[in-house]
């Protein structure tokens, strides 16, 4: 699926725009720009709080950083991140945005204007009058509910997908993936994968592959599943992990299990 021609240059495997952080949190950011870039995607854009992009320096050498005008998402960022996210094959909203009424109208603004496919995270869980035409949304069981009031089952999740005209990827136990034609439901992964910022990863690598030339769905499913096989990979023979430790373990599973 990902494989390069020898002609390639900088740029032809994607452009992957990240919008998220806020005051409290500055990980969320960095672990999905990290996902994204451990797809093989060639450039990264992180946009985030200016307060912390001195600590996001220190994750890549190869992130491309722009920073919010305040300390958090505002309307004043809008016209400049949809400029920005015209050069782009794919963008991730919402990692560690964040609750402030500020953001929550950028983010409707943004969700309006954005015209390349779009995964859709964490507190930029809302819905629009407008969503982008190619969109993935990423709840977990409990942000569905708060989104539609109804349980996490396959039919409730397509019904979802299908209504908002997107691919929707249910976080669980058992991811359960769906658009208006058809489900899927994942089984990889195991409960050492319940620790903070395996979403966010999750949303970076979606975007990653999406940025690729993956279909919608294909991105949800495959980003899902090698995220739950790296987390597998990691209880054979520790203990625990971390987000950071599920980055580490991408890059040849996806060699492994996308471009044989």
């Known amino acids: 699926m990902l494989k390069r021609h020898s002609e390639s240059r900088k740029g032809d495997h994607g452009r992957v725009l990240v919008i998220g952080g806020s005051e409290m949190f500055y990980g969320a950011p960095i672990l999905a720009s990290l996902g994204a870039e451990a797809t093989g995607v060639d450039l990264i854009y992180p946009f985030i709080a200016p307060q912390h992009l001195e600590a996001t320096k220190s994750y890549s ?152 030339g993956m279909t919608a769905f294909e991105a949800a499913q495959q980003g899902v599943r090698l995220l739950g096989l790296a987390g597998d990979r990691i209880a054979e023979s520790q203990g625990s992990l971390r987000a950071l430790d599920l980055i580490y373990q991408l890059p040849a599973l996806i060699q492994q299990e996308l471009m044989e």
């Open 61 to 212: 050498l190869n992130f491309i950083l722009n920073a919010f005008k305040k300390t958090h998402l505002s309307s004043v960022d809008v016209k400049t991140i949809l400029r920005l996210s015209e050069k782009m094959q794919a963008v991730v909203i919402g990692p560690g945005l964040g609750t402030h009424p500020e953001t929550k109208t950028a983010v409707k603004a943004l969700l309006n204007g954005l015209n390349v496919p779009t995964v859709i995270d964490a507190s930029a869980l809302t819905y629009s009058n407008r969503l982008p035409k190619v969109c993935i949304m990423t709840p977990h069981q409990g942000e569905f509910k708060t989104l539609t009031g109804k349980e996490t089952t396959p039919e409730n999740v397509q019904q979802a997908a299908s209504d908002l005209k997107v691919v929707m990827l249910c976080k669980g136990a058992r991811a359960i993936i769906a658009d208006q034609d058809q489900v899927a439901m994942n089984d990889t992964g195991n409960p050492f994968m319940t620790v903070g910022g395996t979403g966010d990863v999750l949303s970076g690598v979606v975007a990653g592959f999406l940025a690729q």
